[in-house]
Structures are given as structure tokens and as C-alpha cells.
């Protein structure tokens, strides 16, 4: 939690016209004159010293009124250089939009609010980089569609299931209904994303390659799309359920970071007969509970959000495995280094997340 002293100067913080506060933020009293602004410890703000007339102006913070309405209301009582600091503050941790600005084609995502306070992007510009996005999820499963959908609703703007056969009855409970069974697999999920979200576009990406491909549900990805996604430079993420624990990374970029066979000769290295127990495991999938196939569809999409935004710097699972264990109420980091002995040969790789 951070207090708000009033006491710093940052000129070149603009203001928004119509100051409005985050979506799911509100103006707390805490008594004795302070007022806190958010939940959570890592993020929210108290400002103390806070007189009824700022107080008031507080409340307005809905992009109903502009700032030099507000300004004006605490000027009669002499407090307007206190609510511009404090405005400044609130601005510049990304509490404040501006309600005033045009209205564009793609309306503002609304599930966007706190990934911004996290990654410094507005819901306008998460808005506009989503919708750039094409991923194409590979698999076959309740972890495959759940993720699919998850993708759709933040807002990713071409979401591409790649699977086939017909909706079996253990895929029921992630999306689909009974009327789904024995439908055309890829179909039916296609449809579902777009209830999710109908301005997403599922239809085959052409020549465009996806920004990111999901490989889901597989306890072992299918060796051969691994390796055309590898040929073909493609960034990629591994995502399943397995005997209850949901598993997500190593976040692949083909010649920068490390891969699955690196991930697969260090199992060897520690169990000699992995190669045959993988052998019969590629390309198969387990069926999950539902919840551990949830915990570990919502890791898998905000990870797969945050690679597609941070090409540049390394998200949680660069070089790294995640599990999750909804029973323990875990998420375990296993490191995922590159292999001596596989080709893959990653160079220096991409800088740390800031
Ligand atoms: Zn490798």
C-alpha cells in the first residue's frame, strides 16, 4: 500500500479531461481523513490529509465531470493544488483514464482493467494488441476449448482451434452441451468461440503465421507438430493436465530459448526409460476435473497473453515449466534450460522481464 503525501511535482503528467477510475476500483474512507484507492497491498493507495470538498471531488471520478470542473469545486475551499497532485499521482500509476476520448470501431475490453495496472499498457492499447493477435490453439480436450475461450474473451482477435473427430462425451462441462455430442469437433469449437466472443475471427489464418501456437491437452505434443512449428519459427507454448497437475511452458521461441526436446532429455537424464514411456504418450490425452482443467486453462491463457506481449523480455515461462496443483494450492517453477545435447542451439536469448 502506498500513501499519498501530497508532497512531489510531476509537471509533465497530463491529466485526462474526463478523469475516470479503472473499472473494479473504488474511493474507500478509511476514517481520519484518508482514502484508499484499490484492494490489493501490491497496488492500492491511501491518500491521507484528504478534506471533505477533495473527498467529494473524489467521487466524481467517473468520467462524468472534467478536471477543471473538479479543479474549480476544490478551489473555493482553497484544496485544488492538493486534488491536482493527487489526480497527477492517481494518473500516473495508471488509475485514471480519460473518458473523453473518441469512441473507436473495437469497443474498450472490459476484462482489461488490472492487466494494465500490471503492464503499464491502457485498456486501449491492450485493446488495440489483442486484437492484432492470431493464436491457434493444437489439441484435442476440455484444456484445448477452455483456453480457446478464454483467449476469445480477453479479446485476442483470430483464435484458431486446430483439431479434429467429433465432441465425445468426456468434453462435456468445458463449454459444450449435451446437443454438441457427436458434432464435427472443429465446428462446434468454432462456434463456441464465437459466442464467447463473435468478433473473433476462427477461420484458417492463410498465409499470415500465428503469433503463438497453444499445444493443449497432449501429455506428449505429437513430435511432428513440434517439429514443423520449430521449422517454421513459430513461438509456441505447452499447456496440459496431467495425473491432477496442470503444466504450462516451456514458452518455446524457436533458435532463443530452450525447446521440448531439451525438455525431454532432461527427463531421459533423470529416467532412463522415458523415451519409451514418451513414445506411447505423444500425442495422447488424459482426461482432467474440470477444475484443475479450469486453474489450468486461466494460467495458460494469461501466459500466453504475456508472451505475445513481451516478445521482447522474458515472461514466467521462458526456459521454465509451470505447475499448477489445485490441490496443494501450488504453482511450482521448474526450471526448463536448454539441453547440451540437443541441436536447438539457442543464442543469448531475450533480456529478463523488467
Ligand atoms: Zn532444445
Same mark, same amino acid.
Given at each position: 500500500m502506498r500513501m499519498v503525501e501530497h508532497d512531489y511535482g510531476s509537471a509533465e503528467i497530463v491529466l485526462p479531461v474526463k478523469p475516470k477510475l479503472l473499472p473494479g476500483l473504488d474511493v474507500l474512507e478509511r476514517g481520519d481523513g484518508q482514502v484508499q484507492f484499490g484492494v490489493h497491498s501490491g497496488h492500492s493507495v491511501v491518500a491521507c490529509d484528504v478534506s471533505p470538498d477533495i473527498l467529494s471531488a473524489l467521487r466524481r471520478l467517473d468520467g462524468s465531470t472534467s478536471t477543471t470542473d473538479l479543479l474549480a469545486l476544490a478551489e473555493g475551499e482553497h484544496h485544488a493544488e492538493e486534488l491536482r497532485?493527487?489526480?497527477?499521482?492517481?494518473?500516473?500509476?495508471?488509475?485514471?483514464?480519460?473518458?473523453?476520448?473518441?469512441?473507436?470501431?473495437?469497443?474498450?475490453?472490459?476484462?482489461?482493467?488490472?492487466?494494465?495496472?500490471?503492464? %503499464? *499498457?491502457? #485498456? $486501449?492499447?491492450? +485493446? /488495440?494488441?489483442?486484437?492484432?493477435?492470431?493464436?491457434?490453439?493444437?489439441?484435442? !480436450?476440455? =484444456?484445448?476449448?477452455?483456453?480457446?475461450?478464454?483467449?476469445?474473451?480477453?479479446?485476442?482477435?483470430?483464435?484458431?482451434?486446430?483439431?479434429?473427430?467429433?465432441?465425445?462425451?468426456?468434453?462435456?462441462?468445458?463449454?459444450?452441451?449435451?446437443?454438441?455430442? %457427436? *458434432?464435427? #469437433? $472443429?465446428?462446434? +469449437? /468454432?462456434?463456441?468461440?464465437?459466442?464467447?466472443?463473435?468478433?473473433?475471427?476462427? !477461420?484458417? =489464418?492463410?498465409?499470415?503465421?500465428?503469433?503463438?501456437?497453444v499445444l493443449a491437452d497432449a501429455v506428449v505434443p505429437a513430435p511432428e507438430l513440434v517439429a514443423e512449428l520449430v521449422a517454421d519459427g513459430i513461438t509456441h507454448l505447452r499447456a496440459g493436465v496431467h495425473d491432477g497437475r496442470g503444466v504450462v511452458g516451456p514458452l518455446v521461441i524457436p533458435g532463443r530459448s530452450s525447446c521440448l526436446r531439451c525438455l525431454d532429455l532432461h527427463h531421459a537424464d533423470r529416467d532412463g526409460h522415458w523415451p519409451l514411456v514418451a513414445s506411447q504418450l505423444a500425442g495422447r490425452r488424459q482426461r482432467a476435473d474440470l477444475s484443475d482443467v479450469s486453474a489450468t486453462a486461466a494460467l495458460a491463457c494469461v501466459q500466453s497473453l504475456r508472451a505475445l506481449l513481451s516478445a521482447e523480455r522474458r515472461p514466467p515461462t521462458w526456459e521454465t515449466t509451470l505447475e499448477v496443483d489445485a490441490f496443494d494450492g501450488t504453482v511450482a517453477h521448474h526450471p526448463a534450460p536448454p539441453h547440451p545435447d540437443c541441436g536447438c542451439r539457442p543464442s543469448a536469448g531475450i533480456p529478463p522481464m523488467a
Open positions: 497532485d493527487l489526480l497527477t499521482e492517481l494518473t500516473e500509476l495508471g488509475f485514471l483514464e480519460d473518458a473523453d476520448e473518441p469512441r473507436t470501431d473495437t469497443p474498450v475490453l472490459r476484462d482489461a482493467s488490472f492487466w494494465s495496472l500490471r503492464t %503499464g *499498457r491502457t #485498456r $486501449r492499447e491492450t +485493446t /488495440a494488441d489483442r486484437a492484432r493477435y492470431a493464436v491457434v490453439v493444437h489439441g484435442v !480436450g476440455r =484444456l484445448t476449448t477452455t483456453v480457446a475461450c478464454l483467449l476469445a474473451a480477453a479479446g485476442v482477435g483470430h483464435v484458431r482451434v486446430e483439431t479434429d473427430g467429433l465432441v465425445g462425451e468426456e468434453e462435456l462441462g468445458g463449454g459444450f452441451s449435451d446437443a454438441d455430442l %457427436g *458434432r464435427q #469437433r $472443429r465446428t462446434a +469449437t /468454432a462456434e463456441l468461440i464465437q459466442r464467447v466472443n463473435p468478433r473473433v475471427k476462427t !477461420g484458417k =489464418l492463410g498465409r499470415r503465421p500465428p503469433d503463438l501456437a
